[in-house]
């Protein structure tokens, strides 16, 4: 194979193996972490300082402070987060990104294939889920270090090139050439976790002296500079079509990262001089990659440090950029909290999944609420209002389902996590059940005014009653949801069984009022037909109560039980 051809398939592989063993160590150390990840999302909403925390161990979990980035737009834009929140997440994000440079500048060349056989053991053999990630884990490390080795070995040839060392040369004098090219470089991977590896490899090269580094720490550190320009290109993608603070979130990620460039390249040979003097010692070749890793880590420390204090003028910059404005009419059936780029983010999307649910629950709670004075006053307007909001909680409930399927199928839910939200559906289905029922009532009661039928005063109170009964069984059970409080499931029993009362003696009433001549007995179908919409109405509550007061616990999925305010 011609030795250029040779050299791009071996950087492609290399980058490929390298991406792949981050995203699957990104995956496995979140189902590995299981209740450790969602304790460092409950810590998202506190105060800049533990933002910054919770936004580095996240970053750390996720390998990615894209998908950390990702993740608190998703946040700003459901309005579970302020933008200040949000900011202090992207400072701890920046600072947990370095923690793979750190972990690439080990020497485990020899290690490698090692790693990776351990890792496929402990994954093969381990029947316990927990042990097999952890497994997968460690396999996804040493495909991390494989991917570098390879791209490595390729590499060593061009340092030989004199076309080659020239333009890097020309790169390393000219340093805002070198953030131009890091900033494309990451661009077109998507990842500056990966391209920073690259750089830390290709200066480990030695340059035609066989000692120094081919482009040395001055020459490395604007490319370095470039990386962190790159990586907000995805969060700039991520804010499209979400909110204003959405945007403003992802804005001043940039503005982060673009300030710290506009600093340090002025600074290069002092802050080159900085590293080397705080690093290890030893012939270049054999420590720059510590020393790029260093450098990373010292720049974005020093900048969260800058910043933290001024979250506040940041908060200042990017809203007179993007001021505020007329806000768009949110559709009612477009999910609020549903965000499709966190779902490889489990237990994050599972949180949003949670509070859509909610949200869909009260949506049905003014359904009822509703449905309650359309039995008495039969008003058109107010029958064809129920349906509009009935309408709205159907397509709400088939995007949320979607999405849950997307999940299930991406692969990315622990058992645990896959049991819980099971029962979140079977839930999310009883609440939707309610609404259709709630239909179905409004019709029969549509179909009583076209017919010009006549009920008598005690069966219109009878009904109004029961409706009333359901109303108060469905907000004592969405309470006992949201609370997780079984005090609020026994009180729903207890209506239950006062509905079941009052439904026989309706009956009973009814068939008295027939004999009597006092009702039609051609109205018995339609009566019959809104009692059965009742009765199954109360079946509904008492599942979500059932499921409440068995393993369905809301707080599993939300921390935080009120969003965060402004």
């Not at 202090?88 to 994000?93: N, T």
């Not at 090219?181 to 990966?194: K, W």
């Not at 933290?308 to 809203?319: A, C, N, Q």
Request: aromatic letters at 6%; charged letters at 20%.
């Amino acid at each position: 194979m011609n030795e250029k051809v040779e050299i791009i398939f071996g950087l492609l592989g290399g980058l490929a193996i390298f991406i792949f063993g981050m995203n699957m160590m990104s995956e496995c150390l979140q189902k590995a972490a299981g209740e450790k990840m969602k304790s460092i999302l409950a810590m998202l909403t506190r105060n800049p300082v533990m933002g910054v925390l919770a936004g580095a161990l996240t970053t750390a979990v996720l390998q990615s402070s894209s998908a950390t980035t990702v993740m608190a737009i998703g946040f700003v834009s459901a309005g579970l987060m302020t933008l200040p929140q949000a900011i202090s997440i992207i400072l701890g994000a920046n600072i947990g990104t370095t923690m793979t440079a750190q972990l690439l500048a080990f020497k485990i060349s020899d290690y490698i294939l090692v790693i990776v056989f351990i890792g496929f053991i402990i994954s093969f053999v381990s029947k316990s889920e927990k042990v097999k990630n952890i497994g997968q884990t460690i396999f996804a490390f040493g495909l991390l270090f494989l991917g570098i080795e390879t791209m490595g070995d390729v590499m060593k040839p061009l340092a030989s090139s004199p076309i080659f060392t020239d333009l890097i040369g020309r790169v390393a004098d000219i340093p805002i050439l070198g953030v131009a090219v890091g900033t494309l470089m990451t661009l077109v991977v998507q990842s500056s976790s990966a391209t920073i590896a690259v750089l830390q490899n290709f200066a480990s090269q030695a340059g035609p002296d066989g000692v120094t580094s081919i482009i040395g720490l001055t020459g490395a550190i604007p490319i370095l500079l470039g990386d962190n320009i790159g990586t907000t290109i995805t969060a700039l993608l991520a804010s499209i079509g979400q909110s204003k603070d959405a945007k403003r979130t992802a804005l001043a990620h940039c503005t982060f990262n673009i300030s710290g460039c506009l600093l340090f390249i002025w600074l290069i040979k002092p802050f080159a001089y900085l590293i080397q003097m705080i690093s290890p010692k030893g012939p270049e070749i054999e420590v720059i990659s510590r020393q790029i890793a260093n450098a990373h880590t010292a720049f974005n420390i020093t900048m969260t440090i800058i910043w933290i204090p001024l979250i506040w003028l940041l908060v200042k910059i990017v809203t007179r950029i993007i001021p505020d404005g007329k806000d768009k009419v949110q559709d009612a059936a477009a999910p609020r909290f549903l965000d499709q780029k966190l779902i490889n983010q489990p237990a994050a999307a599972l949180q949003m999944v949670a509070r859509e649910c909610l949200r869909c629950s009260d949506l049905v709670k003014g359904v009822l609420d509703e449905l309650t004075k359309c039995v008495r006053t039969e008003n058109e307007e107010q029958l064809n209002h129920v349906f509009e909001q009935t309408a709205v909680v159907e397509k709400l409930d088939a995007k949320i389902n979607e999405y849950l399927a997307d999940m299930f199928s991406a692969g990315v839910l622990t058992e645990e996590q896959a049991t819980q939200t099971a029962g979140l559906m079977y839930v999310l289905s009883d609440v939707s059940r309610i609404s259709s029922l709630s239909t179905d009532l409004v019709q029969a009661l549509k179909d009583e005014r076209e017919k010009n039928y006549q009920y008598s005063e005690d069966f219109t109170k009878d009904i109004e009653n029961s409706v009333s009964m359901i109303q108060n069984m469905y907000t004592n059970v969405l309470e006992s949801l949201k609370l997780n409080d079984p005090q609020y499931a026994n009180r729903v029993r207890a209506e239950r069984g006062t509905v079941l009362g009052l439904d026989i003696s309706m009956r009973k009433a009814h068939m008295d009022r027939v004999s009597k001549g006092e009702c039609s007995a051609s109205l018995t179908a339609p009566f019959n037909d809104i009692m059965h919409c009742i009765n199954r109405m109360g079946n509904s509550c008492m599942n979500i109560a059932d499921a409440v007061a068995g393993e369905m616990n809301i707080e599993y999925f939300i921390h935080e039980k009120e969003p965060a305010k402004a």
